[in-house]
Structures are given as structure tokens and as C-alpha cells.
């Protein structure tokens, strides 16, 4: 699936008065490029997906330079136009081996289905990064795909190893990982559950934690204690409503 770009951390309203302050300003200086491409930025936030690509294009015509057709080739990723995201991002890995231009081609080839290429690009990333987490993931959905059961499950191991190691040493701030996507298969729910207990000993006060605990739990079929962790997600954060939805749906 494509990156969600009407996510912000930005008001819609803030974002409209961006766009008409940069609007207002490439009148008098229209082959600003980086104007425009904060302005493409803007659309993309607030969904106009059309305007960004639109955008965008005018800035390659301004300054073809490989972030801008990067770019390009997200906003067309996102908005459908699988052929054409591909020849942008294309344009990127000729001059660049991004891994972030790698993974998004796996996407558009992927929506194609075309996976064999898909898994080729991927490997490409992951040569670059070897822990480009939302690569591996990526890569066991498709081995997945493909029926290669055991292969996917190694990689999706990997993407919960990772993810710890990676958490471990950081503010448990930025724990923003989706796992839901591992709890289609019983042995990975049993390792989430293990990584999750053991994670909430070393930030008892982070809601989040329990509230994945909670979600594992229950794809266990273990509604009791997962009730209690969705309990205790609300208890430290009231105002958590899928916590409490979750709590308050048996």
C-alpha cells in the first residue's frame, strides 16, 4: 500500500494558508523550486494528490534533481499511476542506488504484480540497509504472497527483532511501529507477546505497549489478559480510544 500523505502534524487549516502563502509568492517568482516543492509538500499532506504531482513535475522542468523526481515518484505511487511512478523513481536509481527508491519501485512493481522484480528491488534496498525494517516487512508480505511460507516467516522474525533492537535504545516516544501486520501467524504472535512483556518491564508507563500486548494477546485467544492489558493502556492514557474500544467491544 502506498504512504497515507494526508497524515500531518499540521491543521488542515494551517496547510491551506501554507499553500496560499507559497502560491501568492511563486506568482512573483515562479522558477523558485523550492517553493514549489514545499507547496507540492503541502497538497500531499492534505490529500490533493493531483496538485502535487502537478507540482512536482514543474520543479523537475525547473531542477530535475533526483529528490524531486523521488518524490514525483511517491506522490504517483500513492495516487495509482503504478507505470509512471515506476519510470520516475527509475530516473532516481540512475544516478542514485537510494534504498528509499529501491523499496518504493518494490511497491509500484508489487501493485503490478509483478513480484519476482518487486523481491529483486527489495534485496537491492535491504544490500544498502540491511535493517530497513518496513524492506523486510515488505519483502515477507510478498514471499508470503508467493506462497513461500518459510522464507516469509524468517523475514517478518527479522522485522520483530528489529524492531526491539532498534526501541530499546530510543525514547519509547517513538514506538509508532504497526504491529498488527504479525499477528496473522501463531508463532510470531508468540514472540511479539514475549518482546511486548518484555518491553512494558522497561516502560511500565507507556500506554502503547500494553495496548499492543493487548492486541497479541487477543489473536492468541487469550481475552482475559488481553482485556486486562487494554485495561491498563487506559488506565495510564484515559483518553486512548482504541484502547478503549478495544476494551469495551467484549
Known sequence: MAENYTKSYYSEGLLEEAIQENQKKLESDPSNHLLRC???????????????????????????????????????LNAGKYDESIDAFKQVLEKNNWPD????????????????????????????????REAINE???ILEALNRK????????????????????????DYCYETAVLLDNNDLVDELIRQL???IQKYPGFADGYYKLGQALEAKGLKNEAMMAFRRALEINPSYEIARKSFWKR
Not at 499532506?45 to 530535475?64: F, L, M, N, W
Not at 504484480?113 to 529483486?120: M, Y
Not at 522485522?159 to 525514547?171: G, K, S, T
Open 38 to 76: 514545499s507547496l507540492a509538500n503541502s497538497f500531499l499532506r492534505i490529500g490533493k494528490i493531483d496538485e502535487a504531482i502537478k507540482e512536482y513535475r514543474k520543479c523537475i522542468e525547473t531542477s530535475p534533481s533526483s529528490e524531486y523526481w523521488n518524490n514525483l515518484g511517491k506522490a504517483l
Open 101 to 132: 527508491a529501491h523499496f518504493h519501485l518494490a511497491l509500484s512493481l508489487r501493485s503490478l504484480g509483478k513480484h519476482e522484480e518487486a523481491l529483486k528491488e527489495l534485496d537491492k534496498a535491504l544490500q544498502r540497509n540491511p535493517k530497513y
Open 139 to 141: 519483502k515477507a508480505k
Open 150 to 173: 518459510d522464507e516469509a516467516l524468517i523475514e517478518y522474525k527479522k522485522v520483530i527483532a528489529l524492531f526491539f533492537a532498534e526501541y530499546q535504545a530510543r525514547e519509547t516516544e
Open 197 to 199: 512483556r518484555q518491553y
